[in-house]
Structure formats: structure tokens, C-alpha cells
């Protein structure tokens, strides 16, 4: 009679820990962290001359702002 018991207990504990179980607890921060995503190559930006949106792999960049072309950064 109490194997019987501890078998069932047995059977249940291991279908907890094989089925139920599997996710891992989460994380929780008390501060989020607000990472700044570095722009990447296919990003549109706006020239800062004429307001024209470009790739940002094909802008010129100077003085850290973007521009569309060659006669964008000499008007600025």
C-alpha cells in the first residue's frame, strides 16, 4: 500500500518536472535598460540640407550629419 503511494507521488513529481517544468524563471530588472540601437546600413536618414531620405549605407556624413549628396554638404 505506501509503495503504491510513493509510486504515484514518483509518477506525478517526474511528469511535473518533464512536462511542466520546462521553462526557466525570469528576470526582472528593477531599472530597465534603454539600450541605443546603432543605426544599421539599410536605416533611412534625412539629408540635412534638403530634407531628402537616404540609406544610410549611400550618405556622406560630415561633421556627424548625414547628407544625400556632394552639393548637400558644400551648401552646408
Given at each position: 500500500?505506501?509503495?503504491?503511494?510513493?509510486?504515484?507521488?514518483?509518477?506525478i513529481g517526474i511528469v511535473y518536472f518533464?512536462?511542466?517544468?520546462?521553462?526557466?524563471?525570469r528576470k526582472f530588472s528593477k531599472t530597465?535598460?534603454?539600450?541605443?540601437?546603432?543605426?544599421?546600413?539599410?536605416?533611412?536618414?534625412?539629408?540635412?540640407?534638403?530634407?531628402v531620405y537616404v540609406e544610410l549605407g549611400e550618405a556622406i556624413i560630415s561633421s556627424n550629419k548625414y547628407y544625400c549628396c556632394d552639393e548637400c554638404v558644400d551648401k552646408a
Open positions: 500500500m505506501i509503495y503504491e503511494i510513493l509510486l504515484i507521488i514518483a509518477v518533464m512536462f511542466i517544468k520546462k521553462k526557466p524563471p530597465p535598460s534603454k539600450k541605443k540601437e546603432k543605426p544599421q546600413s539599410n536605416d533611412m536618414v534625412e539629408c540635412e540640407s534638403c530634407g
